[in-house]
Nanobody, 126 residues
Framework: QVQLVESGGGLVQAGGSLRLSCAASGRTFSSYTMGWFRQAPGKEREFVAAITWNAGRTAYPDSVKGRFTISRDNAKNTVYLQMNSLKPEDTAVYYC???????????????????WGQGTQVTVSS
């Protein structure tokens, strides 16, 4: 049974930082692209970051580029999202995601991922 468990969310003031973690279990994720998404109330799930299996490639939308950094530790089956210079518009539930197949490419659409964590709330106050 594949499981993804996010942690590290919380309440932070604008300009602050948070580091999210996603611990994977049920299979070895070292060969898989991993992604982060977020969803604010009343909005669609939005791509935040992705990283290929060997961290050779990463991708971000313009809304977070330069502020967020995705990384991974394959030995620990864990993916991280470092979020700096947080803004109130970053407030959302953040989800970690993994595909069913080991695609060696960036995946940026929710329907490209089959496994999802339960999410962790990030709230940025102004």
């Amino acid at each position: 049974q594949v499981q993804l468990v996010e942690s590290g969310g919380g309440l932070v003031q604008a300009g602050g930082s948070l580091r999210l973690s996603c611990a994977a279990s049920g299979r070895t994720f070292s060969s898989y692209t991993m992604g982060w998404f977020r969803q604010a109330p009343g909005k669609e799930r939005e791509f935040v970051a992705a990283i290929t299996w060997n961290a050779g490639r990463t991708a971000y939308p313009d809304s977070v580029k330069g502020r967020f950094t995705i990384s991974r530790d394959n030995a620990k089956n864990t993916v991280y999202l470092q979020m700096n210079s947080l803004k109130p518009e970053d407030t959302a539930v953040y989800y970690c995601a993994a595909p069913m197949r080991p695609w060696d490419m960036i995946l940026s659409r929710p329907n490209e991922y089959e496994y999802w964590g339960q999410g962790t709330q990030v709230t940025v106050s102004s």
